[in-house]
């Protein structure tokens, strides 16, 4: 347990460090999730993918691709490469607004994130079985409030998730003094909108150059006024 670390953030930690393969974390947008995802108790680089409605299963496992001459080859995708990994032992997929897929990457992702023991999958020019390296390891992370928008067969697989409230504290270490406490805060006071750690980097990198008010009106937007106002009497929640 790290005392410095908001409850979320040493779930996160304590779950991903105990050797438990499947994490799910979700909430508000911008709090760290995809940061914490591709760098925690990783063995390596961490694969990467972005659920769109339009993913297809061939962005997941692979497709065939032009290798001149006339002939193609097999190009893995990188949920079997993370499957892989270094040396066949696995590594970290990361796969980001799980909520977002459908249909075909969806039955996919849920051979790429079956319990070890069922997943295999063959590979379509050599025949090889493929099988996920014992250090295979999968976060996927939504910006859901809850989980009723994620697929049963999905959740199912995901046994432990952890619920994001709070940006982690190595992302707001990056701001300004003044603007640390109102991020680790989260959210306007009255306004139950969490603001996002990216809009404080945009505000700061911004005031830095034209000003609070400008900075404020640019980023916030109709909340600007009401950002200032918090961040000057120090309101923020
Ligand atoms: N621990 C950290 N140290 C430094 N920067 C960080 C850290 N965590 C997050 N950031 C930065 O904060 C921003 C938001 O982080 P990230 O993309 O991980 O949020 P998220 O929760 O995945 O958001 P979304 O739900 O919108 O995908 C990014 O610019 C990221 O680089
Ligand atoms: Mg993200």
Redesign the pocket.
Same mark, same amino acid.
């Given at each position: 347990m790290d005392e410095g670390l908001p409850p979320c953030w040493n779930d996160v930690v304590d779950v991903l460090a105990s050797g438990v393969r499947r994490v799910l +974390?979700f =909430? *508000? *947008?911008? +709090? =760290?999730? @995809? $940061? &914490? &995802? +591709? %760098?925690l108790a990783t063995n390596g680089p961490a694969e990467r993918l972005t659920c769109t409605e339009d993913l297809t299963s061939a962005e997941i496992t692979g497709s065939w691709m032009p290798a001149g001459q006339g002939r193609w080859e097999w190009r893995e995708g990188p949920g079997i490469r993370a499957w892989r990994g270094v040396n066949g032992r696995g590594s970290r997929l990361v796969v980001?607004?799980i909520d977002r897929a459908s249909g075909d990457a969806l039955s996919t992702l849920l051979l790429i994130c079956d319990s070890p023991e069922s997943a295999r999958w063959r590979h379509p020019d050599s025949g090889e079985w493929v099988r996920p390296g014992e250090e295979f390891t999968v976060v996927v /992370? /939504?910006?859901s409030g809850t989980l009723e928008e994620i697929p049963v067969a999905l959740r199912d697989r995901f046994p432990v998730c952890v619920r994001?409230d709070r *940006?982690? *504290? =190595?992302?707001v !270490? @990056?701001l300004s003094d003044d603007l640390r406490g109102p991020a680790l805060a989260g959210a306007l006071g009255g306004d139950e909108r969490f603001v !996002? +750690? %990216?809009s404080f $980097?945009a505000f700061d990198a911004l005031r830095a150059q034209l000003g609070a008010q400008r900075a404020a009106s640019l980023v916030f937007g109709s909340r600007a006024d009401a950002f200032l106002d918090a961040l000057a009497i120090g309101s923020l929640r």
């Open positions: +974390l =909430g *508000p *947008p911008g +709090l =760290g999730k @995809t $940061y &914490a &995802a +591709l %760098r980001d607004e /992370t /939504t910006n994001i *940006p982690h *504290p =190595g992302a !270490s @990056t !996002s +750690l %990216r $980097y």
